[in-house]
């Protein structure tokens, strides 16, 4: 297969300057992995250290050993990968060269006041030392081997923290002077992340003006006044191809009180992709590793798309799959079929479909019987792990049937015994499973609609959904329902909608919690049932009843003594050496994932 070549090259520089501000020491195993981690996202240039006094900078003082390491060398040796390390004299250029390095970093600052602070010379001092450095490794070129490449940084190319706004013409001076050291390419470093487009655009036209081809330069930009991005893109417009940012954003300046770290590298892949622009890294697979080097580190990711990517994928699991058309649809067998009520079975999972559509599927006593023995049977099924109520038609459910010959009420009968036990029964056999309940709402549900929904765990719905507590307008109460509506709702909310009879739109529900998804037709609705099942599988059923039992206990009995010894009696349950947590922690060290469905398939025969 043809590779594609990047339109944009995106030099990863967490390792280096993103960790290198970090004050806490970052244990070298972690930059190892991280390291490997970017590697795996399909970045082909990452910056790996610093070969720098530990003095200067404490948090690089192992770069001999990240340059040892097995992997990295490997790495090295890879023609495909380029992975510069920054050298601040000849000492550093030397153990670099003897490490395997075939890239290195010099640098200066456009400005006194920061190179006087920074690498403590004056910014001619420096540009002569970065010649010189430059000067020996392009002169290295051993049996065989091209010559070491140099990288140039000029920082501060806005503005430096001591001396105010930098002119044009002193990093002019600096990408003049180390393009003629033989540097392949220099990266603007707007070190106090201060720039915006509009300073972008007229620096750039000012070389260019220069004679500085754009084609030898690389935009580093900084976020601290949120306009990494936005910089980027305007040095993309004007012809810039590399970009450098780091992981999450890390990294920072010591001289910059606030500063952020570098553009995130997950934004600008966002961005580039958006735009069709190809950058030959794997966004999902990079958010992973900001996710993940934000935690090894306690800090806050500052990449927005990684945020907000991660925080996406954690919802997929009561959300369904962001893209639904993409989840390959479950095979639903018809297992039964009565009066008002279909069953469908699909692996672990059992579909209760409401199916009296022209009466608005309301609950009949014979739709009531049905449900709560399909649902009790399944509870005792060890082959089921999960109970769907849906519904066929343009309503979910219409509450209690108020046929005139269905409720005592309506017959001028006072006896309600058998229908209060009725509907009682129906929705604490519901709240009560063991199982994962899943009410996949297609659209309005009314009064005992309503505790239907609320009695499961997991509501999806269509965005046609509307919840209606219409009782009072009958001159009811939303009597056996209101445990489970209150204790969703809310006391100040169940008063409100109770009270009002306002019927709640999916929107308003979605915002308050009650349902964690909402799609926009029945189809879609479907889709997202399948992939929510489908993610599940990663939850043990037994992990998950244990669950369903702490949150009862909470709600329940929540500080009293009932709670804490039901948590006693849960927690030497899934200790027991029979129990999922022995399989589940068996295949974690085996570091193989289990699939609970497959796993609950295998055991025993389905009673259904
Ligand atoms: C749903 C709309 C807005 C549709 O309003 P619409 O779109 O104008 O359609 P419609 O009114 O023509 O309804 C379509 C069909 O569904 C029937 N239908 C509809 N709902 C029921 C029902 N519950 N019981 C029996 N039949 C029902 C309705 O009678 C009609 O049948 P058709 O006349 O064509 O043969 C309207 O029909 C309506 O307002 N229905 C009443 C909804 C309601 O208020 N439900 C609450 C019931 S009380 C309850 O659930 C008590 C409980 C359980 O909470 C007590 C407790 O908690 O203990």
Redesign the pocket.
């Known amino acids: 297969m043809v590779q594609q070549s990047p339109s944009v090259r995106i030099v990863e520089v967490g390792p280096r300057d993103g960790l290198q501000n970090i004050r806490d020491s970052v244990p070298t195993q972690t930059k190892l992995e991280l390291i490997r981690r970017l590697q795996a996202t399909g970045l082909s240039t990452i910056e790996l250290t610093s070969v720098v006094s530990p003095r200067a900078v404490p948090q690089l003082k192992d770069c001999r050993e990240v340059l040892q390491d097995e992997e990295v060398k490997t790495f090295l040796q890879n023609p495909r990968l380029r992975l510069p390390v920054l050298v601040p004299n000849e000492k550093g250029l030397k153990i670099a060269i003897e490490h395997g390095v075939r890239e290195v970093a010099v640098f200066v600052s456009a400005t006194e006041g920061f190179s006087k602070a920074n690498i403590n010379c004056t910014v001619q001092e420096g540009l002569e030392r970065a010649k010189r450095v430059a000067a020996l490794a392009l002169a290295t070129k051993e049996a065989g081997e091209s010559q070491i490449a140099v990288r140039g940084y000029v920082s501060c190319i806005f503005a430096d923290p001591f001396d105010g706004q930098t002119p044009h013409s002193a990093v002019l001076h600096c990408v003049q002077e180390l393009l003629k050291a033989g540097c392949y390419e220099i990266s603007l470093g707007d070190t106090l992340g201060v720039g915006s487009p509009f300073n972008v655009r007229s620096l750039l036209a000012y070389l260019k003006d220069n004679n500085i081809p754009l084609s030898k330069l690389a935009g580093h930009f900084h976020d601290t006044y949120g306009q990494a991005v936005a910089n980027v893109w305007e040095a993309y417009t004007c012809g810039l191809t590399v970009f450098d940012s780091s992981v999450a954003g890390l990294g920072g300046c010591p001289f910059a009180p606030g500063a952020k770290g570098n553009v995130a590298t997950e934004d600008l892949v966002y961005m580039f992709n958006n735009a069709g622009i190809f950058t030959g890294v794997d966004l999902s697979r990079l958010t992973e590793v900001g996710t993940w080097i934000s935690k090894q580190l306690s800090i806050t990711n500052s990449s927005r798309v990684g945020t907000a990517l991660m925080i996406k994928d954690s919802t997929k699991l009561v959300s369904g799959s962001s893209k639904p058309q993409q989840t390959k649809p479950l095979q639903w067998t018809l297992i039964s079929e009565t009066d008002g009520l279909l069953l469908h079975r699909s692996g672990v999972n059992l579909k209760i479909t409401l199916n009296r559509p022209?009466?608005?599927n309301?609950?009949?006593a014979t739709m009531i019987f049905d449900i709560t023995k399909a649902v009790t049977d399944a509870n005792y099924d060890a082959e089921i792990s999960r109970i769907i109520i849906t519904a066929n038609g343009?309503?979910f459910c219409?509450?209690?049937?108020?046929?005139k010959d269905?409720t005592p009420v309506a017959r001028g009968v006072s006896a309600s015994d058998a229908?209060?036990a009725r509907?009682?029964t129906l929705?604490e056999t519901i709240d009560t499973s063991p199982k994962v309940t899943i009410a996949t709402i297609n659209g309005?549900a009314?009064?005992?609609?309503?505790?239907l929904a609320f009695a499961c765990d997991i509501r999806i719905a269509t965005n046609s959904t509307v919840m209606?507590?219409?009782?009072v307008?009958?001159g009811?109460?939303?009597?056996?329902?209101?445990k489970y509506?209150i204790r969703e709702y809310g006391l100040s909310f169940a008063r409100e909608v109770m009270l009002s009879?306002r019927p709640v739109k999916a929107s308003e529900l979605k915002t308050r919690g009650i349902i964690t998804d909402v799609v926009g037709n029945v189809e879609q609705l479907n889709l997202r049932l399948d992939a929510l099942l489908d993610a599940l599988r990663i939850a043990s059923p037994n992990a998950s009843r244990m669950s369903k039992e702490l949150i009862r206990l909470a709600w329940k009995d929540g500080g009293g003594e009932k709670q804490a010894t039901g948590i006693k009696t849960l927690f030497d349950e899934m200790m027991r050496s029979d129990a999922d947590g022995a399989h589940g922690l068996r295949e974690f060290g085996l570091k193989r994932k289990v699939d609970w469905d497959a796993h609950t398939l295998q055991q025993g025969k389905s009673k259904l």
């Open positions: 022209k009466n608005g309301a609950l009949t343009k309503f219409t509450g209690m049937d108020l046929g269905s229908q209060y509907l009682t929705f309005p009314f009064g005992g609609g309503v505790g209606t507590l219409s009782e307008k009958l009811l109460c939303p009597a056996t329902i209101s509506v009879a």
